[in-house]
């Protein structure tokens, strides 16, 4: 009996990275305030993990093209969040409240 699934992990990872990246994309839209009490930097905490384990393993599955999919997934679902918060904080549409204030917002 296997315990570690490795693919299925893969796809978990996936899954999460696209969550993390839809529930932000949901909060700015239902938050007209553009400001709020967390730091949206600190996703940098899981997304970058998320880009190192798809590097990672889009590495060591380059010959294995069903194993790749999740990886280049991976890569693309961590890179599209650290993107976003980036946009979002140039933007103006989400920062932490002491930012909004430091930055002339009214």
């Known amino acids: 009996m296997k315990i570690f699934n490795p693919k299925f992990a893969?796809?978990?990872l996936v899954i999460v990275g696209f969550g993390i990246v839809i529930a932000?994309?949901?909060?700015?839209?239902i938050n007209p305030s553009h400001h709020t009490a967390w730091n949206p930097y600190a996703l940098y905490?899981?997304?970058i993990p998320l880009?190192?384990?798809?590097?990672?393993?889009?590495?060591?599955?380059?010959?294995k093209w069903p194993q790749l999919v999740p990886a280049l997934l991976l890569i693309l679902a961590s890179l599209a969040g650290l993107v976003l918060i980036?946009?979002?904080?140039k933007t103006n549409?989400?920062?932490?409240?002491?930012?909004w204030v430091r930055r002339g917002m009214p």
């Open 10 to 12: 893969l796809w978990f």
């Open 24 to 29: 932000l994309m949901g909060y700015v839209l």
């Open 45 to 47: 905490i899981v997304l």
């Open 51 to 63: 880009f190192v384990i798809g590097l990672i393993s889009s590495v060591v599955h380059r010959n």
């Open 86 to 89: 980036l946009v979002l904080d």
């Open 93 to 99: 549409h989400l920062l932490q409240y002491e930012e």
